[in-house]
């Protein structure tokens, strides 16, 4: 059973719970009871998470439309030459989200194009699949979808997904659609959220999505062991700003619908946080000294998914390599 968002969150607040007393000792029975407890309360909140479960659609104009839920924000574009997906959450969303797209168009699911490899954005991709489209993505997402990949930062391993949900056409830098009427690019934007992102533009609709190197009102993660750095998502949001105009509708891979100005106030703020734990690395301190500091204590608006604390964690690893 694989688990991630909010039940993976759970998960490791039981088992760190258990094991927050350093001088207990935990028997083979006492783990046994850990471990049950963990299993249970993993399927309530599955359980709870699936009853729960909803989509907000929002209509941008031109066929396009963005699906919200619990993941990253889908993109749909529907119309005569059939539908263009760009990601797909998870796979246990997938009933609902195949309901909600027929709801728009009920013309074949053509193509899926992930904008990265983070199972909240390509977990539906064997469900897609099923239903008849065929997955597009950069090189490097089918090479991390096919193989583990060890994350220092969450101290986990993300397991290879099944042969089904690869990328059945990958691309290394860019990839044009002529689709709907649409001119839809795909642009690669290397070493940005991971090493495979790629952001998808609609020309005549003037519909931009970001993926998950735009985190809107929010921290971003930055996958630096997925190869993202913090240098290549700012430089990602500046090749996003370039291709946006005053009036165009920006997609965030988190959060609600934006625009150039909310884009801009996000890059800005990365490059600050960046800057600002720079200094302090200039200055020769190690993280737990900046930590103490705490040089994002003026953020506090933008801790969520990403806290301060992660924030200035990530910012000294991508620029020293080092986790502490």
Same mark, same amino acid.
């Given at each position: 059973?694989?688990?991630?968002?909010?039940?993976?969150?759970?998960?490791?607040?039981?088992?760190?719970?258990?094991?927050?007393?350093?001088?207990?000792?935990?028997?083979?029975?006492?783990?046994?009871?850990?471990?049950?407890?963990?299993?249970?309360?993993?399927?309530?909140?599955?359980?709870?998470?699936?009853?729960?479960?909803?989509?907000?659609?929002?209509?941008?104009?031109?066929?396009?439309?963005?699906?919200?839920?619990? *993941? %990253? #924000?889908? /993109?749909?574009?529907?119309?005569?030459?059939? +539908?263009?997906?760009? $990601?797909?959450?998870? !796979? =246990?969303?997938?009933?609902?989200?195949?309901?909600?797209?027929?709801?728009?168009?009920?013309?074949?699911?053509?193509?899926?194009?992930?904008?990265?490899?983070?199972?909240?954005?390509? *977990? %539906? #991709?064997? /469900?897609?699949?099923?239903?008849?489209?065929? +997955?597009?993505?950069? $090189?490097?997402?089918? !090479? =991390?979808?096919?193989?583990?990949?060890?994350?220092?930062?969450?101290?986990?391993?993300?397991?290879?997904?099944?042969?089904?949900?690869?990328?059945?056409?990958?691309?290394?830098?860019?990839?044009?659609?002529?689709?709907?009427?649409?001119?839809?690019?795909?642009?690669?934007?290397?070493?940005?959220?991971?090493?495979?992102?790629?952001?998808?533009?609609?020309?005549?609709?003037?519909?931009?999505?970001?993926?998950?190197?735009?985190?809107?009102?929010?921290?971003?993660?930055?996958?630096?062991?997925?190869?993202?750095?913090?240098?290549?998502?700012?430089?990602?949001?500046?090749?996003?700003?370039?291709?946006?105009?005053?009036?165009?509708?920006?997609?965030?891979?988190?959060?609600?619908?934006?625009?150039?100005?909310?884009?801009?106030?996000?890059?800005?703020?990365?490059?600050?946080?960046?800057?600002?734990?720079?200094?302090?690395?200039?200055?020769?301190?190690?993280?737990?000294?900046?930590?103490?500091?705490?040089?994002?204590?003026?953020?506090?608006?933008?801790?969520?998914?990403?806290?301060?604390?992660?924030?200035?964690?990530?910012?000294?690893?991508?620029?020293?390599?080092?986790?502490?």
């Amino acid at each position: 059973m694989k688990v991630s968002g909010p039940i993976l969150a759970l998960s490791f607040a039981v088992v760190l719970a258990a094991c927050s007393e350093p001088t207990a000792q935990v028997s083979k029975t006492d783990a046994k009871d850990v471990v049950k407890e963990v299993a249970a309360k993993t399927k309530t909140a599955a359980a709870s998470e699936k009853t729960q479960y909803a989509l907000t659609k929002s209509d941008l104009g031109q066929g396009v439309y963005m699906l919200a839920g619990q *993941g %990253g #924000n889908i /993109g749909v574009s529907a119309g005569a030459d059939g +539908i263009f997906v760009i $990601d797909d959450q998870f !796979a =246990r969303f997938i009933p609902t989200i195949l309901n909600e797209i027929k709801a728009i168009s009920d013309g074949p699911i053509k193509f899926v194009i992930n904008t990265h490899y983070h199972g909240d954005h390509s *977990g %539906g #991709n064997a /469900g897609m699949r099923e239903a008849g489209a065929t +997955i597009i993505a950069h $090189d490097n997402v089918r !090479a =991390r979808m096919s193989t583990s990949n060890e994350n220092k930062f969450w101290g986990r391993t993300v397991e290879a997904t099944a042969p089904e949900a690869w990328p059945a056409l990958t691309f290394s830098e860019n990839m044009t659609f002529h689709f709907n009427g649409q001119t839809v690019e795909a642009v690669h934007v290397p070493n940005a959220h991971t090493d495979g992102d790629a952001i998808i533009y609609f020309r005549e609709a003037d519909i931009l999505h970001m993926g998950d190197n735009f985190f809107n009102g929010m921290f971003p993660y930055v996958d630096i062991d997925g190869g993202g750095s913090v240098d290549g998502m700012i430089a990602a949001l500046d090749r996003g700003l370039a291709l946006a105009g005053e009036k165009t509708q920006i997609i965030p891979g988190h959060g609600p619908m934006s625009s150039k100005a909310d884009m801009k106030a996000a890059r800005d703020m990365l490059a600050d946080v960046q800057a600002r734990v720079k200094k302090h690395i200039d200055s020769g301190k190690k993280l737990d000294a900046i930590l103490a500091e705490n040089p994002l204590e003026d953020y506090a608006q933008y801790a969520a998914f990403i806290n301060q604390e992660n924030m200035i964690k990530i910012a000294y690893r991508s620029l020293t390599g080092q986790l502490e």
